[in-house]
């Protein structure tokens, strides 16, 4: 079974720039998450999507953070603009029942941000 | 607020050694409480999870938990660790049902000596 799917692996850029991750669930899987870890820091959940809608965006700044899951498959999140405080990696989770019951999330490679 | 609390930033091990990292949350609710595992340049995996029933719970690897209520703890112990157990240890709680809110500890670093 194919893991969760995250690209690009590092992104560089400066200050006040725009970014996009793009991330693959496996298949099947309802539940998607973005979290955010910063270093030193464990995951901090940003945005969590069943099927295309969106569960809980409570953590998400949502004056440069923006994401969607168009067709309840593929996510993206975007920033912009990025700020210094932004770099951290940003994990994509997944995970294969309707949100709200119990289960375990599959976590992909991350995407490594550093804005300078 | 729900929080969850890792004791130990960094622990260092020689091979042998028996091991127990230290995980305590505060939440009033029923929760269910998870330990990850990221070895070096891997992405975040599931070592083991307890949902309810028998609070002592058996992970991969020769990892286990016990998971004390009264306490708000859910302890990770092995009783004999190997060169191949670096990694770094996140305890992770997730809120009642029709709350999917997962909440990570800071994480423990563990490196074994070989």
């Known amino acids: 079974e194919a893991g969760v799917a995250q690209s690009p692996r590092y992104k560089i850029i400066e200050k006040r720039q725009s970014v996009a991750f793009w991330c693959n669930p496996i298949?099947?899987?309802?539940?998607l998450y973005w979290y955010q870890q910063i270093l030193g820091q464990g995951p901090k959940l940003l945005i969590q999507?069943?099927?295309?809608?969106?569960?809980?965006d409570s953590q998400l700044p949502k004056d440069r953070f923006s994401a969607e899951r168009l067709k309840g498959v593929d996510s993206t999140l975007k920033i912009q603009p990025a700020k210094l405080e932004d770099s951290a990696v940003y994990l994509c989770?997944?995970?294969?029942?309707?949100?709200?019951?119990?289960?375990?999330?599959?976590f992909g490679a991350g995407t490594r941000l550093s804005v300078l | 607020a729900q929080s969850v609390s890792q004791h130990n930033h960094h622990v260092i091990l020689s091979e042998a050694a028996s091991l127990e990292l230290g995980c305590n949350y505060s939440?009033?609710?029923?929760?269910?409480l998870f330990w990850y595992v990221q070895y070096p340049g891997q992405h975040l995996q599931l070592l083991l999870k307890?949902?309810?029933?028998?609070?002592l719970v058996k992970g991969i690897k020769g990892f286990e938990a016990e998971f004390i209520k009264s306490k708000f703890s859910f302890n990770l112990r092995k009783p004999s660790v190997q060169w191949s157990d670096t990694a770094e240890y996140f305890c992770?709680?997730?809120?009642?049902?029709?709350?999917?809110?997962?909440?990570f500890g800071a994480g423990t670093r563990l490196t074994v000596k070989p």
């Open positions: 989770a997944s995970s294969p029942v309707v949100a709200g019951e119990l289960d375990i999330q599959y």
């Open positions: 298949s099947g899987h309802a539940t």
């Open positions: 999507f069943q099927n295309n809608g969106v569960v809980d």
């Open positions: 939440y009033g609710g029923t929760v269910n």
């Open positions: 307890y949902f309810s029933g028998d609070p």
């Open positions: 992770a709680v997730m809120g009642p049902y029709n709350n999917n809110d997962m909440r």
